[in-house]
């Protein structure tokens, strides 16, 4: 079990805005620990979507977008894509752990 | 551009060792702190160690602490890996810490095949 609890699957027709949930703690997302957002390919390894809860990295699109309210996180997708279909994965710190970083056990967008 | 590569990956027998490496390109790799992820086949993301940039902090998951050593030297990035089990199997990825702007960039992964 993470400690970052994401829904196994999500799906959206082309064109549709879907969202995907990150729901932790209070020793981690809810802690003000930062929230990032992964994006996984098929055959690829992953790459930055989504920083510090709602920060895009140049290059990635507006379609995308990040929030935060209390212990949870949300990436937002809008206007879908069939080239969206992939692993999205979010990744905070916790405090109470003895680790350092902590991914959700990830979410796959299937476009209909 | 910039780009890690990592190598040293391959199949290794239960309790056995190996050693992953990982080359930086584009950027000085010294001044950054720096993590291993794995992903089991088929599994999701798995953070496994972190090394600060001062060359002394160190974090392991509890799953790997006092199997798995990560080092690294002013040019490369070093994941020591002993006693290996089956859940040890999975693509281990060289990735740069970025502090507030997360875990980037990811190099392609190297695969860790553990059989018995």
């Known amino acids: 079990q993470s400690v970052l609890t994401q829904p196994p699957s999500v799906s959206g027709a082309p064109g549709q805005r879907v969202t995907i949930s990150c729901t932790g703690s209070?020793?981690?997302?809810?802690?003000?620990?930062?929230v990032h957002w992964y994006q996984q390919l098929p055959g690829t390894a992953p790459k930055v979507l989504i920083y510090g809860h709602t920060n895009r990295p140049s290059g990635v699109s507006d379609r995308f977008s990040g929030s935060k309210s209390g212990t949870s996180a949300s990436l937002a997708i809008t206007g879908l894509q069939a080239g969206d279909e992939a692993h999205y994965y979010c990744?905070?710190?916790?405090?109470?752990?003895?680790?350092?970083?902590?991914f959700g056990g990830g979410t796959k967008l299937t476009v209909l | 551009e910039v780009q890690l590569v990592e190598s040293g990956g391959g199949l290794v027998q239960r309790g056995g060792s190996l050693r992953l490496s990982c080359t930086a390109f584009g950027f000085r790799l010294s001044t950054y702190s720096m993590n291993w992820v794995r992903q089991a086949p088929g599994k999701g993301l798995e953070w496994v160690s972190y090394?600060?940039?001062?060359?002394?902090t160190m974090y392991y998951a509890d799953s790997v602490r006092g199997r798995f050593t990560i080092s690294r030297d002013k040019d490369s990035l070093y994941l020591q890996m002993n006693s290996l089990r089956d859940e040890d199997t999975a693509m281990y990825f060289c990735?740069?810490?970025?502090?507030?702007?997360?875990?980037?960039?990811w190099g392609q992964g190297t695969l860790v095949t553990v059989s018995s």
């Open positions: 990735v740069r810490d970025d502090g507030a702007e997360g875990f980037d960039p």
């Open positions: 090394i600060g940039a001062d060359f002394r």
């Open positions: 990744q905070s710190y916790d405090s109470s752990l003895s680790t350092y970083a902590i």
């Open positions: 209070s020793s981690n997302i809810g802690a003000g620990h930062d």
